[in-house]
């Protein structure tokens, strides 16, 4: 088992910066890729960006040069920093793991993924 927490959402204006992040407990070692991903109302969840254990990412096209994905192996912890942030990056944002065999890549497909935490609220105003 996985369980995974986020922090650092928020309100923000747009053209402003956020940083999330996700800590994970429980089997970490099992953990061959990370992810982040967002659902705004009434939409299917969407793949933002990803990191394999091997430090490989994924960006969705929609925050490539925005949006940066890192993650502090010591800490369990995987953070978004997003920046240049618009209207439209509302949404719950939800960090995932995957504790299946490691693909090569960082998957930005949500089935992918076997543990998931609550989400949080990530707010730009305009």
């Known amino acids: 088992q996985v369980h995974l927490q986020e922090s650092g959402g928020g309100s923000e204006q747009s053209g402003g910066s956020l940083r999330l992040s996700c800590v994970a407990s429980?089997?970490?070692?099992?953990?061959?890729?990370m992810g982040w991903f967002r659902r705004t109302p009434g939409e299917k969840r969407d793949g933002v960006a990803a990191?394999?254990?091997?430090?490989?990412?994924t960006y969705a096209d929609s925050v490539k040069g925005r949006f940066t994905i890192t993650q502090d192996h010591g800490k369990n912890t995987v953070y978004l920093q997003m920046d240049s942030l618009k209207p439209e990056d509302t949404a719950m944002y939800y960090c995932?793991?995957?504790?299946?065999?490691?693909?090569?890549?960082?998957?930005?497909?949500?089935?992918?993924?076997?543990?998931w935490g609550q989400g949080i609220q990530v707010t730009i105003s305009s």
């Open positions: 995932a793991a995957r504790t299946y065999v490691g693909l090569g890549h960082a998957p930005l497909d949500d089935y992918e993924y076997n543990y």
């Open positions: 429980g089997n970490t070692i099992a953990v061959t890729c």
């Open positions: 990191i394999d254990s091997d430090n490989r990412t």
